[in-house]
């Protein structure tokens, strides 16, 4: 599992990208109302505008791993709850998990391009 993101939610976009870019100077990737990202070497710090399921000032993390089927499967019996189904888009698997305080988390694997089904399904 390897950290490739963490999504900082915000209600001002511009205030937010001006403090990482111009306070932390942090390089700024792209910027738009709706998303932005900084490179920060192996992990992007992307900036998302906050919501009621998702407040000012609170964050995500998000993690990738290479098989989205196993890693659930271990997840899982290790107890930890699932809150979003693994869903294809922009091609590869994404889904959400909590921890035992109730951040979430999202999880990323690549999608083979014959893949056709959830990797859930156990019908590889």
């Not at 959400?96 to 893949?115: H, K, N, Q, W, Y």
Request: aromatic share 10%.
């Amino acid at each position: 599992m390897q950290l490739v993101y963490v999504i900082v939610f915000v209600d001002d976009m511009s205030a937010g990208v001006s403090f990482y870019r111009e306070t932390l100077r942090l390089p700024l990737r792209f910027s738009s109302p709706h998303w932005s990202e900084f490179n920060t070497g192996a992990t992007t710090l992307a900036l998302h505008p906050s919501s009621r399921e998702n407040p000012a000032g609170t964050a995500q993390l998000g993690f990738r791993v290479p098989d989205m089927a196993s890693c659930r499967t271990e997840l899982e019996r290790a107890g930890v709850k699932f809150t979003r189904e693994p869903t294809a888009e922009h091609g590869v698997w994404l889904a959400e998990f909590m921890e035992p305080a109730g951040m979430r988390f999202s999880l990323s694997a690549p999608v083979a391009p014959e893949a056709a089904h959830r990797p859930d399904t156990g019908d590889n």
